[in-house]
């Protein structure tokens, strides 16, 4: 269903994203119907920007690096009543905007996210995925969770809360969801599946990865601040 009074936009945070944002960026170019792309670079070295300007006029560079600085900032630019925030390495299906659209055809649906699944995963990282995909869903009620690669939002209600927490280096988008909640329904999106990168995985170690997510989300939970004080981009 194509609502007339809403306009998507999609913003991305990039730093080093050459191998990845043309696959991103020319999926989102083909969608129908067209969508605003917005892209925010922090200060890459290589050729992330020179591509990113083949596919839109939006593109822009910040001083200040941080994925939510860099979130913000596009947001800001941003024309659409609706924003998806999206990791420059995810892939997404060719019908992703007839999903949001007849998600938030429901007014006081605020916030959502959708399945996140490894792109060519073995059968152990798809289990553990599928694992926390139920495990979102099932909490989204009560305790709204969310990731980064692909995070849907009302502008409106995004601006009324200050967007993301510029002070987090990451669960910055758990902190979003959460906020969002107390403003309307934040929704998992069950029939909708987005792909990403595993290259943090396989370059850090599966272990580490999730060990450091359970570890900040505690001291997220407990203290408002998780113990990482950096998120370090893996290229």
């Known amino acids: 269903m194509i609502l007339k009074h809403m306009r998507i936009s999609a913003v991305i945070p990039t730093f080093m994203e050459e191998q990845y944002i043309a696959t991103l960026l020319s999926q989102l170019a083909k969608t129908e119907p067209s969508i605003e792309i917005v892209v925010v670079d922090s200060k890459s070295q290589d050729n992330t920007v020179e591509i990113a300007k083949r596919f839109t006029e939006k593109v822009y560079q910040i001083r200040e690096r941080g994925i939510a600085r860099a979130r913000n900032y596009g947001a800001n ?25 007849e998600t938030f055809k429901d007014a006081s649906i605020v916030g959502a996210t959708c399945n996140i699944m490894p792109e060519q995963g073995t059968f152990f990282e798809k289990a553990f995925f599928k694992f926390y995909n139920i495990l979102i869903q099932i909490t989204a009620k009560f305790k709204p969770h969310a990731r980064g690669e692909f995070f849907a939002v009302r502008k409106k ?71 990482s004080k950096f998120w370090h981009p893996v290229r």
């Open 77 to 101: 630019q941003a024309n659409g009543n609706l924003i998806v925030f999206l990791d420059a390495d995810v892939k997404l299906p060719t019908n992703f905007a007839e999903k949001l659209y």
């Open 157 to 227: 209600e995004f601006m009324q809360i200050g967007g993301f927490d510029e002070s987090l280096p990451c669960l910055e988008d758990h902190d979003l969801a959460r906020r969002l909640s107390k403003l309307g329904k934040f929704v998992f999106m069950d029939s909708l599946t987005v792909y990403e990168s595993m290259r943090r995985f396989r370059k850090t170690g599966f272990s580490k990865v999730v060990g450091t997510w359970i570890i900040d989300y505690i001291f997220l939970s407990l203290r408002g601040k998780p113990l």
